[in-house]
Structures are given as C-alpha cells and as structure tokens.
C-alpha cells in the first residue's frame, strides 16, 4: 500500500507543475456583485475568484477554488460548497447559478464555494491530468483551503456543506465519507495542500454514481428481468445473469439493517426497494400528485388503508424516529396499519407494487445502459465507458475496474487499479476507525432514475443511517436523473442541522 501510494505521489510531481511559494488568500481583493435568483430576489455579495488551492498546480485551468460571501456573513456563517463534476469529467470553477441550489445558498445568507477540479477528460500538454483519483484530491484540497483560512475568510470552515450530483454526487458523497483518511494524506502532501483537516459537516447527494466495481452486478439484479434485458442476445442474457448471480453475496456482506434492527439480505431486500418506491410515492400523493395504477401500484379500497400516511409525522410499531424538514417519513419506517388515524378518502393509500411492470415502466423512459453498464468488456479508448477512463492514466488509457470484465477480457486488475478503485468507492470508508465520517447527509435518487440501479444509492444511506449517521434519504417520485430539485425541502433541512 505505501509502495504504490509513493508511486502515485511521484508521478504527481512529474507531470510538470508550477509552484507557488505558499497559498494565499487576500480579503481586501473581492468584488461587489449582485444577482437576481429564480424568485425575483436579488442578492449582493462579494467575490473571491481564482484562489488556488494547492501549491503545485499541475492544471492551472481547474485547480482553484471562487468564494462567494453574501451580505452579512460572519465568521459563524455555513459553506456551502457545490461541485459542478459530471461524468467524472473535469469541472472548472464557476459562478454561483440563479436558478440553482448556490443562488438559493447565497440568498439563505450562506458563503458559496465554487471549486474546480480535474477530471478523466483533462489534458495539458498532452497528458491527462485528472484520472483517478485526482478529482477526489482536488476538492479534498479545497476544503484544506478553506480551513486553511478559516480565520481571515468569513464562513465557518467547520459547517461546510458539499453539494453535487450524478459523479458530483458521487465527489460529494466522498467529500463526506473521506475526511481525514489516511491513504489520501500523502497525495496531497504531494500536491501541496494545505496541511489541515479534510472533513465536513454535512453532504448532500443527488443521484451519486458511487460504489462502482458493485454497481454492474446490482444493475442486472435489478433489470435483469425486465422486457428489455430478456430481448436480449444470448451472450448478454449470460452476462446479466451471471451478474446479477453475483449481487446477493454483496449484498448479504453489507450486514444492512432496517431502521427498526431487521436484517436486510437477498430474502428480502426487494422488498424492501419495493417499500422504499411506495414511500416517495406515497409521499407525492399526499402532495396531490396522480400516482397511475397502470405502472404496478395498487391501492387501498376503503379509508385508513394498509399504507396510510401518518399524520403530522407519526408512526406506529414503537419507533420514533426524528422527522426530517418537510414531515417525510425517514427512509425504513413503516408507515400507519389499518385501524390508524384515517379521515383520507377511499383509494388514497397505496398498499402494493408490481416490480417488474414497474421497472418496465422505468425502462419506458430511458432505455438501460449496455450490459455490463459500467465496466465495457471492450477496451480501449473508442469503445471504453467514462468509468473506463476514470481509472486509466495519464497517457489516456482506458482499463477494466471489475474482476468480472477484466476476466472476460482475459486481463487481470493490477494492485494500482484496486486501489484507485477503492479510493473512489465512499462505502469502503463508512465505519473506518480513521476516518472522519459527515454525521449529517442529504441523498435523493429519482424514481425512474436508471443511470445506476436503486440499490446503489440505497445501500450507501443505509450504511451510513445503520453507523449512526443523520440520514434523510428518499427515491424522489418519478424524477430522472438530475439534482438541485425541492429546494425548499433542502434548505428547510441544511436550516434544521445548521441551527441545532
């Protein structure tokens, strides 16, 4: 592990980069702006752009950070911070967005940190300059960066809030899982981060593209026997079930609990996506959405109904659990049994799903991705997937990141590759004793989001909700892939844990 750890940091050094003699931060070099967000508000603030966060900048095009500091801010002031990676793909530093979650941060009085990190398609002078785990590292450094200055800055460099979505979910989700781990510390040593914590307060996921060598064999678990994949080819219909066989260890591996203490394992752990699907559902209904019977729900047939939504927040069965901002019902609790508080109207309660007509209905809207749909059984850099390409080099490999397709390809991992893999995978470090875990997180998947299968993101906010973490985790009905939604419902909820 220490060998290829100072491989990496050697090779971080040779890439030609420019030094700076110490990092730098001057509070009399903002500028006054102002914004009108989405609402009609208009926001003043003043910006602090291109501040470097490391002194040996490898790609000077991303490796800084803008800081936004609205009107009356103070030192105890919370940071949001909000990474724009996509795809795994290199992200520059933006400006705050009106009609995003960082125009809403700003006109919640919060400091807005904007940083830009590497990505597999970054390239300076031929090289590519972001590969794993670079991305990782460079928005690890921004949150040095900030404590770093923590005392000449305004905002608090201790209630930082991260924020992204799909790989940025995924950067966030690390951000969170990450903080203070060892096996970065001499990368970024090597890039000439600050020397202090890396850890933050709270995460915020939307739709993160996470846990990848696992994430093919969940994709056929779940799709495997939709119409789609059975119209397969014999040769893919093999490689799904074959996946697909390989999940349940996985999965029994994870010793998942229910809220409640019931173990989760292949037995029942359909059933468990089943009712996680029915809660964002149900949840949309009470909302006054129209939950179609004709996508496999089925619903109650008199008042009071099997799946009755509690009112203001109860629950039945003894639990208690803490009511996350907007009255949702926290990911695991049961909902109300017949004979509960009712007064609804008849057919109001959803009590069942088909899953199959219902992931039928998901593929209705977006065709799967190939199988496997992370790790391409065919290399090289024309037919390789973006994941592929995360794990590659600097000279723009593409490589195989799972024993399944590396076999098939008659290659094997290399010790690099598995440990670029776990260095990019935030479940590997939930529960680690040297690890400072964010105890507070934020994680939406769409309902009839196919870009990873549910049990991906499911999995990861049970991890986290079963070592004790704040978790507030919901299959948002019928949303696709996409983030910085409800944003009253996430502001009401970084409100709730900011102000406790």
Request: hydrophobic letters at 40%; proline letters at 4%; a negative charge.
């Amino acid at each position: 592990m220490k060998k290829i750890l100072s491989v990496l940091c050697g090779a971080f050094l040779s890439l030609g980069a420019w030094a700076q003699s110490a990092l730098q931060f001057d509070n009399n070099a903002g500028v006054r702006q102002t914004m009108t967000i989405y609402d009609g508000t208009k926001v003043s603030y003043t910006a602090y752009e291109r501040l470097f966060y490391v002194t040996n900048v490898e790609d000077s095009a991303y490796q800084f950070l803008n800081v936004y500091v609205p009107d009356g801010a103070t030192q105890q002031t919370p940071i949001f911070l909000r990474t724009y990676v996509g795809g795994y793909m290199a992200s520059p530093a933006a400006q705050p967005q009106a009609g995003d979650a960082t125009g809403r941060a700003l006109k919640e009085g919060y400091v807005v940190v904007i940083p830009g990190s590497r990505g597999r398609n970054s390239v300076q002078n031929g090289v590519y300059t972001g590969r794993a785990p670079k991305g990782i590292l460079d928005l690890k450094a921004a949150v040095r960066y900030l404590r770093h200055f923590d005392r000449e800055m305004l905002g608090d460099a201790e209630r930082i809030i991260t924020d992204g979505t799909s790989a940025g979910g995924a950067m966030s989700a690390l951000m969170g899982a990450t903080g203070n781990n060892r096996n970065y510390a001499l990368l970024l040593r090597a890039m000439g981060a600050a020397d202090e914590r890396d850890d933050v307060f709270a995460s915020v996921c939307y739709c993160p593209i996470i846990d990848l060598e696992h994430a093919d064999m969940a994709y056929e678990w779940l799709y495997g026997q939709t119409d789609s994949r059975q119209s397969l080819d014999d040769t893919r219909k093999t490689y799904t079930k074959e996946l697909a066989a390989l999940f349940p260890a996985y999965l029994n591996s994870l010793n998942l609990r229910r809220q409640d203490g019931t173990p989760l394992d292949a037995s029942n752990y359909l059933d468990y996506i089943k009712s996680e699907i029915i809660r964002g559902a149900q949840i949309a209904k009470n909302a006054g959405a129209d939950i179609p019977d004709s996508i496999g729900f089925s619903f109650s047939s008199s008042a009071g109904g099997m799946f009755a939504a509690p009112i203001n927040g109860g629950v039945t069965g003894g639990l208690k659990p803490q009511m996350p901002a907007g009255g949702m019902l926290p990911m695991g609790a049961r909902p109300m049994r017949r004979g509960g508080m009712g007064g609804k109207q008849v057919g109001e309660y959803i009590v069942d799903l088909d899953m199959k007509q219902y992931l039928n209905y998901v593929v209705s809207t977006q065709p799967l991705k190939g199988v496997p749909a992370f790790d391409s059984l065919i290399e090289g850099i024309g037919n390789a997937s973006g994941e592929n390409e995360v794990f590659g080099d600097e000279t723009g490999s593409s490589v195989n990141f799972t024993e399944f397709s590396a076999q098939k390809n008659n290659t094997a991992l290399t010790k690099g590759t598995n440990l670029l893999v776990t260095l990019m995978n935030p479940m590997n470090f939930i529960g680690d004793p040297g690890t400072t875990v964010a105890q507070h997180w934020y994680i939406r998947h769409g309902s009839r989001d196919r870009d990873t299968a549910f049990p991906v993101p499911v999995n990861f906010a049970l991890k986290l909700q079963n070592a004790g973490k704040d978790v507030n985790f919901l299959l948002a009905w019928n949303r696709p892939h996409s983030g910085d939604y409800a944003l009253d419902e996430l502001f009401g909820w970084i409100a709730s844990i900011v102000n406790q």
